[in-house]
């Protein structure tokens, strides 16, 4: 047999266990074995991955596992770490990895010593905070800088602004800090209404220091530092994120105030680069540090458990379950914690960038539906706003609830509130509510007849909905560390399964192209070529007064 037909086969002998009567129903499941909670559940040290309310069985986990091992898995995950060149279309190495490496560990991304080069900018950045914080580096005037504004889009402004909410939402931060991510010109003014320029020390992030987006709004900030502050006070107030030494020079930062990185790091996994000072500068050094510990230990995690016990193998699993077995086409993260606020809007790019491909390395276009639409919200915020359609809508939409037991705060009645709640939806989830439960309680509370008829349909719950349950001690920077790390191992193993290439972003360039195309013909008399549609919308624009 080739290899190909041996994945075949392990894909065929999924739809085989997915096409039995009633494979959806996870209260059987749970009827059949009442263990189930324990023996669908994984756990590094605190954490607790339970995906029991999934409809998972025991057959289906060993399709799984014998999908993962079918396809060489363990073989990938060795030449990942191995520095080896993953990212095929790119010819590029996916050595995020080593930012949050020991010296000791060696990683290499291709011929360089990815451990080593990493260390040595986390130890320009550890001095460059320590100074700050210090208010030994300060503003132009002589003015400490009390204000981080992060200028960067997409991984240079998620993971960063997700991190920075995370770790600085208990207790405040050391900085302010600001993201200013949008070309909308709303949030430059606001940065430049809100915050005094002499104690402002702005970072621009860009792996390419060729952003659209990131040049525009720092060249705006620029701008008003050189207006409100002299032109020498440029090289003093702002600092380079970027891989891009010749084009920061341009801009006139100083090369004492770039912290680079290499093609190896992909933006969205760049938060642990120098792309995070502004988590550093605002959370605190020692913060950021446990953070990138946090990610290592994860990584240590993933590169020697077992598949079976393997966190991020299992999620991926999970996933590979639902959206191309099942066919589930969206998937729902609901953090119940309000520092993870920003935490879907990373996963999004996250999950969504690297996975949203229809075309195998090889060229081929996929033969199964891949990556999900990822969306999310805090709980118990979403239960007032989309929950509904999970319950009840046609949909059926596989859920990560997150949850920390201990908080970071006092109030102890307000966090056992919304953890009943956590528990609560994946409970309701799975149990539903039958049309005959509803129709005993209607009766119970004495309404007619004939209004319980006609209000029962409405009032059940079909149940059956999957869902897994991330459960951690609490949300320190250690632990914010290991969960960004599970997912972005969980989006690498699923790549693998789809046979596709999780870390390039082709499908984000022709939007780039054509917007350069019709940026003229905005100002322009002649509307430009462009499709009939687009052509009418522009000159729509100009008759109502744009540009
Ligand atoms: O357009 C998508 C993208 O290339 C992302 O992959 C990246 O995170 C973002 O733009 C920003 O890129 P840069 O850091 O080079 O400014």
């Not at 054509?514 to 430009?528: D, V």
């Amino acid at each position: 047999m080739t290899d190909d037909s041996i994945q075949r086969d392990a894909w065929a002998r999924l739809d085989a266990l997915a096409s039995r009567p009633g494979v959806r129903s996870i209260r059987a499941l749970f009827a059949a074995d009442p263990e189930r909670a324990s023996r669908f559940s994984a756990r590094l040290d605190d954490l607790t991955v339970d995906f029991s309310k999934t409809s998972i069985d025991g057959a289906t986990r060993v399709a799984l596992l014998d999908l993962a091992l079918k396809a060489g898995l363990d073989m990938f995950r060795a030449r990942l770490f191995s520095g080896a060149m993953v990212n095929t279309t790119e010819q590029r190495a996916a050595m995020h990895m080593a930012l949050r490496s020991h010296l000791a560990d060696h990683l290499q991304a291709r011929d360089e010593p990815a451990s080593a080069i990493a260390a040595a900018e986390r130890a320009r950045m550890a001095d460059f905070v320590t100074r700050i914080h210090e208010g030994t580096l300060v503003g132009a005037t002589g003015e400490p800088f009390h204000t981080v504004v992060n200028v960067g889009i997409g991984g240079s402004d998620l993971g960063p602004l997700m991190a920075t909410e995370a770790l600085t939402a208990a207790h405040g931060g050391i900085m302010h800090a600001r993201f200013l991510s949008n070309v909308d010109a709303t949030g430059a003014a606001a940065i430049m209404r809100t915050c005094d320029p002499a104690g402002t020390l702005i970072l621009v992030a860009s792996k390419t220091f060729t952003t659209d987006e990131t040049m525009t709004n720092a060249h705006t900030l620029r701008q008003w530092i050189a207006d409100s502050l002299g032109e020498d006070a440029v090289q003093h107030h702002f600092v380079a994120l970027s891989t891009n030494t010749a084009a920061v020079a341009a801009f006139g930062i100083p090369s004492a105030r770039m912290f680079g990185f290499r093609d190896w790091v992909g933006g969205r996994f760049s938060l642990w680069s120098p792309v995070g000072l502004s988590i550093a500068l605002a959370a605190g050094w020692d913060a950021f540090e446990a953070m990138l510990e946090g990610g290592r230990a994860m990584d240590h995690h993933f590169r020697h458990a077992d598949f079976a016990d393997n966190l991020p193998v299992l999620l991926a699993l999970i996933g590979i379950w639902h959206a191309s077995v099942l066919g589930y086409g969206q998937h729902c993260v609901l953090a119940y914690d309000d520092r993870l606020r920003r935490f879907p809007a990373f996963l999004q790019q996250l999950e969504m960038e690297s996975n949203g491909k229809s075309t195998r390395l090889d060229g081929s276009p996929v033969t199964r539906p891949t990556c999900p639409v990822l969306f999310g919200e805090p709980g118990t915020n979403a239960q007032h706003s989309f929950m509904q359609l999970i319950h009840q809508g046609t949909a059926i939409v596989p859920v990560d609830f997150i949850l920390a037991a201990r908080p970071d705060h006092d109030d102890a009645h307000a966090h056992r509130i919304l953890a009943a709640n956590a528990f609560a939806q994946a409970a309701a989830l799975l149990q539903g509510k039958s049309r005959d439960a509803v129709t005993a309680e209607m009766r119970q509370a004495g309404l007619p007849e004939a209004d319980i008829a006609r209000l029962a349909p409405h009032r059940a719950f079909e149940g059956d909905r999957p869902s897994t349950t991330i459960l951690v001690e609490r949300l320190d920077p250690f632990t914010l560390g290991r969960l960004i790390a599970l997912y972005e191992h969980k989006v690498a193993v699923q790549g693998f399964l789809w046979g596709i290439n999780s870390f390039d972003q082709w499908g984000v360039e022709l939007g780039k192209i054509l917007a350069k195309g019709i940026l003229p013909s905005l100002t322009q008399s002649a509307a430009g070529q462009h499709d009939p549609s687009t052509t009418a919308l522009i000159v729509r624009f100009r008759e109502l007064g744009g540009a």
